[in-house]
């Protein structure tokens, strides 16, 4: 697949949270936050290098979701939804920097309301992934992968039409969950569970409704 300037793009993203933490390194406090709860505290600190660790995380994931393309029997498939791809890869790697960075800058000072910084990430993966769901065409490491979806074309486009829909709505949900303080997070999980039990069930009914049992 041809690498145009998202791919750059997305990959300097994905650098960018290990050079500034190699960078930070000797400024860092020795007690960082690495994990925040459902209700968007930080339920668990660990230390200089594990915050190190973690920035290698972006660059890590990119790299896997760059090469499935290349071991996916389903590869021409790529070609077709090669924007929806780089867009979504784009969206993870983005958020995944980000909240590496806010537990940076949270480690050097700097007041971040993971209460808010939080929802608005997950608010804009989702409708990232929402908006370019529909596009995405059959294969076996990229999208909704249930056994019915796997199964037939015919199902695999139309849970994505549904399921594009449905992480838009998720979406929403995490940018309204601001607002409603403790159970924001609750809330956005909650929407998530049943948001991703609809799309399964839709993908298991539409293969049923298609391809019934003799």
Not at 20 to 24: E, G, K, P, R, Y
Not at 209 to 214: A, E, M, R
């Given at each position: 697949m041809?690498k145009g300037?998202?791919f750059f793009?997305?990959?300097?993203?994905a650098?960018?949270?290990?050079l500034?933490?190699?960078?930070?390194f000797?400024h860092?406090?020795?007690?960082i936050?690495v994990?925040w709860?459902?209700?968007?505290k930080v339920?668990?600190?660990?230390?200089?290098?594990?915050q190190l660790m973690m920035s290698t995380?972006p660059?890590?994931?990119?790299?896997?979701i760059?090469?499935?393309?290349a071991?996916?029997?389903?590869r021409?498939?790529?070609?077709?939804?090669?924007k929806a791809?780089?867009?979504?890869?784009f969206?993870?790697?983005?958020f995944?920097?980000c909240?590496?960075m806010?537990?940076?800058?949270?480690?050097?000072?700097?007041d971040v309301p993971?209460?808010k910084?939080l929802?608005i990430?997950?608010?804009?993966?989702?409708i990232?992934?929402?908006n370019?769901m529909?596009?995405?065409?059959?294969?076996y490491?990229?999208?909704i992968?249930?056994p019915w979806?796997?199964?037939?074309?015919?199902v695999?486009k139309?849970?994505?039409?549904l399921?594009?829909?449905v992480f838009?709505l998720?979406?929403f949900?995490?940018?309204i969950s601001?607002?409603v303080n403790?159970?924001g997070?609750?809330i956005?999980?909650?929407?998530?569970?049943?948001?991703?039990?609809?799309?399964?069930?839709y993908?298991y009914?539409i293969?049923k409704?298609?391809?019934?049992?003799?």
């Open positions: 041809k300037k998202l793009m997305t990959l300097i993203i650098l960018i949270p290990l500034v933490n190699v960078f930070a000797p860092m406090s020795d007690r936050p994990h709860g459902i209700n968007g339920d668990r600190y660990g230390s200089k290098m594990e995380l660059i890590i994931i990119f790299a896997v760059n090469f499935l393309p071991i996916d029997p389903k021409e498939s790529y070609k077709k939804h090669a791809f780089g867009m979504i890869n969206g993870i790697i983005l995944i920097s909240i590496n806010a537990a940076l800058f949270s480690s050097l000072g700097f993971a209460e910084v929802p990430l997950l608010g804009i993966l989702f990232v992934l929402g370019y529909s596009q995405i065409r059959h294969n490491f990229f999208g992968r249930t979806t796997l199964a037939s074309e015919h695999w139309k849970t994505h039409r399921g594009g829909y838009v998720i979406g949900v995490s940018f601001i607002f403790s159970v997070m609750v956005f999980f909650g929407a998530l569970v049943v948001g991703t039990m609809v799309v399964i069930l993908s009914i293969y409704k298609n391809f019934p049992q003799k």
